[in-house]
């Protein structure tokens, strides 16, 4: 689900409706705006943005996303390494970064609920995907607060 602009995986492309059945694309709740911005300026690595896309990608226990890079934005954003600022919830995922799209050379980090990536500057394309979801790892307290079904929930926001 995007927010913001709306995000088609099938052209790779962003725009204001969703091509399935022409709604808007809802907009960003300004806390969740907040959150993304506070964690940036707190690394204080990247320049701050005004979010204008937020995708929201749920990944089942069995979810993957294979290495890639992020490059759809605008031009102007990616020349000036304009971070994306990524949020993770629920079960842990083994996220895997490196220059290459091969996963034997790429590093692995786990991202635990509540872990913020970000991806700017000289890393702005470095390739990443998601390896695997480890089942069964939402901490007790998120799970007892929310019901959160299981899985991973991760919140990306960038600045087309
Ligand atoms: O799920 C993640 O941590 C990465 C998501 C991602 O790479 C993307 O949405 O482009
Ligand atoms: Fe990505």
């Given at each position: 689900?995007?927010?913001?602009?709306?995000?088609?995986?099938?052209?790779?492309?962003?725009?204001?409706?969703?091509?399935?059945?022409?709604?808007?694309?809802?907009?960003?709740?300004?806390?969740?705006?907040?959150i993304a911005?506070?964690a940036?300026?707190?690394?204080?690595?990247?320049?701050?943005?005004?979010?204008?896309?937020?995708?929201?990608?749920?990944?089942?226990?069995?979810?993957?996303?294979?290495?890639?890079?992020?490059?759809?934005?605008?031009?102007?954003?990616?020349?000036?390494?304009?971070?994306?600022i990524s949020i993770s919830i629920?079960?842990?995922?083994?996220?895997?970064?490196?220059?290459?799209?091969?996963?034997?050379?790429?590093?692995?980090?786990?991202?635990?609920?509540?872990d913020v990536?970000?991806?700017?500057?000289?890393?702005?394309?470095?390739?990443?995907?998601?390896?695997?979801?480890?089942?069964?790892?939402?901490?007790?307290?998120?799970?007892?607060?929310?019901?959160?079904?299981?899985?991973?929930?991760n919140l990306?926001f960038?600045?087309?």
């Open positions: 689900m995007s927010l913001g602009k709306n995000w088609d995986l099938t052209t790779r492309s962003y725009g204001p409706t969703r091509p399935f059945d022409g709604a808007q694309a809802p907009t960003i709740p300004d806390a969740f705006k907040m911005q506070t940036n300026s707190t690394a204080n690595e990247f320049p701050q943005i005004n979010p204008d896309v937020c995708i929201v990608n749920y990944y089942t226990n069995s979810g993957k996303l294979g290495l890639h890079q992020d490059k759809d934005e605008s031009k102007s954003s990616i020349n000036q390494g304009l971070p994306f629920g079960d842990t995922a083994e996220f895997m970064f490196g220059d290459t799209r091969d996963k034997g050379k790429a590093t692995k980090i786990d991202l635990e609920s509540g990536l970000i991806l700017g500057g000289e890393s702005r394309l470095l390739f990443h995907g998601i390896s695997h979801v480890k089942t069964n790892t939402t901490p007790t307290w998120l799970k007892e607060a929310t019901g959160l079904r299981p899985g991973r929930i990306t960038r600045q087309y």
